[in-house]
C-alpha cells in the first residue's frame, strides 16, 4: 500500500493522492501535540515485584490516585485493606464488589476508620495492634488528602482542628506512631514499605517554626481562603519533615531478638493530575467552574495526568529493587529520586521539636473529643431517663383512670347492699310490731342453772 501511493506522489505529483496535502499539513500538528502528551503524561514504572499474599493498607484508597492504586495492585493478586470513613456506605459496597469482580481477587476489604477523627484512628490501630504474632503489613500507602479550592470558608475535623492540618498531617502521624509496633516487629525478612503523597505546595508553606504554634491560623488573621495552598503546603511539610523522622527512628530501633529492622519510609511527589481535590481546585467549587471545566477539558487532558499515570511514582516506590535496599528516607518524583526544595525537612531539631508538639496536640484533642463523647453519653441517658419517666407516668395515669372506675364499682355494689339490709330491718320492724311473729324465729326460753 505505501508503495503505490508513493509511486503515484513520485510520476503524479502530490495533488494525485486525496487528502494527501491536507494531511501533511495536519501532520506536524498532530506530532506535537502527540509530543505534548508523552511529556506531560509523565514517567513509566519499570519494576514489577511479586504482589500475591502481600497485605497492602490504604488510606484515600476509593477515589483519585489512590482508587487506581487499589486497581493495580489488586490485579497482581495483593489483600487490599480500605481505610474508610464509613463502611456501611453503599457505594464503598458496590465498588469493593465491583473491584473483586474486574480484578479476580477476593481479598478486598474495607475497616472503619475515618481520619478526621483521631478516636476512630486510636480504635482501628489498637485492634489491628492487638495480635500476637503481629499482623502481616507489607505496604501502607497514605493517599488520603484534604485541599480545599480557594474561597471555601476554614472547615474542622472531629476533634476541632484544621481540617487541612488534621487530615494531612495529625491524621497520618497518629496512625503510623500507633502503628509503629507492627511494623518494626514484622519478621526481618519481609520487606515493609511506608509510602506517602505529598505535593509541591510544601514549597509555599510558612516556616514551620511560625506554623507550629498557631496551625489553626487562629493569631494571623486567620485562615488563608484567598491562599489555601498555604495551608495545604504547611501541612505538607510537616508530613514530610516527620516521616524523615519517622524511618529515621524506626531504622534504628533495636528489636528483642537482635535483628534489623526491614521497614523503609518514602515519600512520593505525583505531580498534576486530574483528581477531584484538583477539579475542585481549578473549578473554584462551584457549578459555574465546573462548566467552564469541562468546556476546556481538552486542554486539561493534555497538561494534567490521569490517576493512573500519577500513580506510577507510587508502585515505583512500592516495586523497585533500591526500595529494599539502603536506609529509605527518599522522595520519588518522576519515578526516581526527586530533590527536596526545603531545607527544614531534614532538620533534626526541628523534627524533634515537631513531634513533641503534635504529641502535645493530639493529647489535647484527644481528651478534649473524649469529654465531648461523655457529654453527649450523659445527655442522652439524660434523655433517656426523662422519656422513660414520661412513659411511666403515662403508664401511671391509665392505671388511676382504671382504678377510679372499679372504685365507683364498688362504691355502687356497697350502698346497693346497704339499701338490702335496710329493707330487710324495715321488714322486721313492721312484722314485730303487727304482733306476728315467725315460729322458727321464736326463742325458748333460757333456764338458769343451779349453783
Known sequence: MPVPVMTEIFYNGLHSVPWAATALTVAPYAAALYVLRWYFSGARNPHERIMNSKVVMITGGTSGIGESLVYSLATRGAQIILLVKDISDPFLIERINFLRAHTNNNLIYAEQCDLSSLHSIRLFATKWIDNAPPRRLDLILLCASHSPPPFVPQQFTHDGADKVWGINYLANFHLLTLLAPAIRNQPPDRDVRVIAATCGSYILSPPLVQ?????????????????????????????????????AQTRAYVRKDKEPV????FIVDPGFARTPSTRAFITLGSLWGLLVYFLTYPLWWLVLKSPQQAGESFLFAAMSIEGAQGEGGLVYRECREGEVRREEVYDADLAKTLWEAT??????????????????????????????KKNAQDGGDKGKGVGAGVGVEVSDSGKRIEEIIEEVEKAKSGAIASGSEDPKMKQKPTRSRKG
Not at 262 to 265: D, L, P, Q, V
Open 211 to 247: 506554623h507550629l504554634p498557631d496551625a489553626g491560623f487562629v493569631s494571623r488573621g486567620g485562615f488563608p481562603v484567598g491562599k489555601p495552598w498555604q495551608a495545604t503546603g504547611a501541612a505538607k511539610l510537616a508530613l514530610m519533615t516527620f516521616l524523615l523522622s519517622f524511618n
Open 262 to 265: 526491614n521497614a523503609r519510609t
Open 359 to 388: 504529641e502535645k496536640e493530639i493529647a489535647e484533642l484527644e481528651k478534649k473529643g473524649a469529654l465531648e463523647r461523655k457529654r453527649r453519653k450523659m445527655e442522652e441517658e439524660r434523655e433517656a431517663k426523662k422519656n422513660g
